[in-house]
């Protein structure tokens, strides 16, 4: 357990942040199990409209740090390859 006071509000920060992201992390993949639901039934229409609902989302994780620009990309790119595949 940190003694000083720095260190303390650190722990609270990092504690606030990993809340967060959390949150964050959650809707992404929340939309991207979306884009799969439709996907598995082989509905490209309702696939293309929940792949673009869901490109803010990954975009916006990459903007606030959460994930990186790559993993973003492969997310994105492998979505879009099963949708096409439709």
Do not use: Y
């Amino acid at each position: 357990m940190p003694n000083i006071k720095q260190a303390k509000k650190r722990v609270r920060q990092a504690e606030n942040n990993r809340m967060r992201n959390k949150h964050h992390r959650s809707t992404m993949r929340t939309a991207i199990k979306k884009v799969e639901a439709a996907i598995s039934e082989g509905d490209k229409e309702q696939a293309a409209t929940a792949f673009a609902a869901a490109i803010p989302f990954i975009d916006s994780m990459v903007n606030k740090g959460i994930i990186h620009k790559n993993n973003a990309a492969r997310k994105k790119s492998r979505l879009n390859k099963h949708i096409r595949a439709l």
